[in-house]
């Protein structure tokens, strides 16, 4: 269908929308493929979270394009915010604890065969 091959495929997501980041000031723009869109933002994982109705909506023949004017400190803002969502989901992540172990010197179970194993080894003594 796609004239891409198999690792090429793996490196983008389902969705092709784009979004632009058009920096007044500097008369610059950054074009990324986004990860996710939703009610409130468009978000490029790692590099931009986006109010969504501060956005312009186009479609192309490859998908939506979101355009972001912006002057350079909302496009500082918008990186921090992204920064700050990745390192929020690291965290959460980094954060698992398993469920402790039961201590087996307070299992009654354990004593019970090891005291059992211990009166058979008697009984086979003499």
């Keep these: 269908m796609f004239n891409r091959n198999k690792k090429e495929e793996e490196n983008f997501l389902d969705l092709d929308d784009r979004l632009i980041i058009w920096n007044e000031e500097n008369l610059s723009c950054d074009i990324h493929y986004v990860t996710e869109v939703n009610v409130e933002s468009v978000i490029v994982a790692g590099r931009a979270v986006v109010p969504k109705k501060m956005c312009n909506v186009a479609t192309s023949s490859e998908g939506r394009v979101y355009m ?33 172990k ?14 059992l194993l211990f009166v058979a080894i008697i009984a086979a003594a003499f």
């Design 102 to 115: 039961e201590n087996p010197n307070l299992d009654m179970k354990f004593w019970a065969l090891a005291g």
């Design 68 to 100: 972001y004017q912006a002057p350079a400190v909302a496009i500082q803002h918008i990186e921090t915010l992204a920064k700050l969502e990745q390192s929020i989901v690291l965290q959460s992540i980094t954060n698992y604890k398993p469920e402790p």
